[in-house]
Each structure stands twice: as structure tokens, then as C-alpha cells.
């Protein structure tokens, strides 16, 4: 079974310091999202990607938050500098499109920032 | 904007027990509704959805009807198992929004032998 795959699945950095996560959906997936899932709360939408555009990132802190999805296949989101509110779990999902479809999600990057 | 709002936990049943998670919601256009399941140390996966008013969505034993009147998709099973223990979202999918997903905070079900 297709699965979307994300890397790493761990990540301990320290404060100021630059992180990448990196997502693969399953393919033929034209949809990508970005969540952030704070321990205890359910996941906040960051970005969402339509192909390699930009669907909706009003909830992405552009100063130091910035992804791509540079040829419409997997993504890269990235945070520089990472602060101590940052560690959270970064979930990545996929989905043939919007609105009805399911949304598949991937193990997640469980970010530590100290 | 919309928003979801799930029935705080954790939520602790007995096993064959029977299980109501309350969902409700709020949206400005008329969403698809979902309940996803999160095992320790794994992603949400999809449990049921339901798209239009009156839909049931069912899964492995649990339920959840999309009631518009009282904007509710309340979650239902009527034998818990120990297996059962997870972590349950209530989600919406806006399609007069780009179809952005909005996510409940979750609740926690764990279910004793």
C-alpha cells in the first residue's frame, strides 16, 4: 500500500539553528499539506500546495518558515532559526485533490528545540 | 472562520463498552466531515467521512452521522475494544475554501480489558 513518507522522524536541534523536513507524497497525489501538531491539540494547517503552487499558507510564519514544492512531487519545509515554541510534529499528508478527498498522512518529524 | 470542537477526554471505557465521541462544528459553506485515528507514534489515517446532510459514514464498527440541523458528526461504536485505544479527530473540509481542513483537538480513548 502507497504511503507518504517523511524524513527524519526525529530531529533535536538547538535554538537559532536552521531545520529541514522532507515530505514525499503517494504519487499521483496533486494535493500536499504541512501540518503542525502541538502535543495535546489537534493539527494546524501550515501550507497547502496545489501541484507546486501555493493553495494557502496564511497560517505559515513567513519570517522564518518557508516550503516548496518545487516540481509538483514532494515538498521541503524549512525553519530558520528555530525557536523553542517550534518543537511540535510536523505531519505531512497527501490527496488526489481538495474539498471530499482523504487526506493520507505520513509518520510525522517529531522536532525537539532546546 | 471554521472551527471544530470535540468532547474533551481522555476517555477511559471498559471493554465492550459502548463509545460516543461528540463532534461539532461550524463552517460558513456546507463541509465534507471526517473522523481520522492516530495510534502512538503514527499518523492520522481516515476512520469514516461523510459529504452531504444525513450521510452515515461507518467503519470497523464505528459510526458518525452528518447532521446539519444540529451542525454534529458525534462518533459511535457499540462494542469498544482494547484496540480501540487511540486518539480520535473530528476534522471538516471547507470545498467553498479550497477545501481547507480545520481539525479538532482530539480526544483520547482508552479502553481496559
Known amino acids: 500500500e502507497a504511503e507518504v513518507a517523511q524524513s527524519p522522524r526525529y530531529k533535536i536541534t538547538e535554538k537559532s539553528q536552521a531545520v529541514a523536513f522532507w515530505c514525499d507524497p503517494i504519487?499521483?497525489?496533486?494535493?500536499l499539506y504541512w501540518y503542525r501538531q502541538i502535543l495535546g491539540q489537534g493539527p494546524e494547517l501550515l501550507v497547502q500546495f496545489q501541484d507546486e503552487s501555493v493553495v494557502d499558507d496564511s497560517q505559515l510564519p513567513k519570517d522564518r518558515f518557508s516550503a516548496e514544492r518545487l516540481k509538483g512531487v514532494d515538498s521541503t519545509l524549512k525553519i530558520q532559526p528555530a525557536e523553542l515554541g517550534d518543537s511540535a510534529m510536523y505531519l505531512c499528508?497527501?490527496?488526489?485533490?481538495?474539498?471530499?478527498?482523504?487526506?493520507?498522512f505520513g509518520a510525522g518529524t517529531r522536532l525537539s528545540v532546546l | 472562520g471554521d472551527s471544530v470542537t470535540q468532547m474533551e477526554g481522555p476517555v477511559t471505557l471498559s471493554e465492550e463498552a459502548f463509545l460516543t465521541i461528540n463532534c461539532t462544528y461550524t463552517a460558513t459553506g456546507y463541509p465534507s466531515l471526517f473522523w481520522y485515528v492516530q495510534y502512538p507514534g503514527e499518523g492520522l489515517q481516515l476512520l469514516l467521512k461523510a459529504t452531504k446532510a444525513d450521510d452515515k459514514g461507518s467503519n470497523k464498527g464505528f459510526e458518525a452521522t452528518y447532521r446539519k440541523e444540529t451542525t454534529s458528526f458525534h462518533l459511535e461504536k457499540g462494542s469498544v475494544q482494547v484496540s480501540d485505544s487511540a486518539v480520535y479527530f473530528c476534522a471538516l473540509s471547507d470545498d467553498t475554501n479550497a477545501g481547507k481542513s480545520t481539525f479538532g483537538d482530539g480526544t483520547t480513548l482508552t479502553v481496559k480489558p
Open positions: 499528508a497527501s490527496s488526489l485533490g481538495v474539498g471530499r478527498n482523504i487526506q493520507y
Open positions: 504519487s499521483g497525489h496533486a494535493t
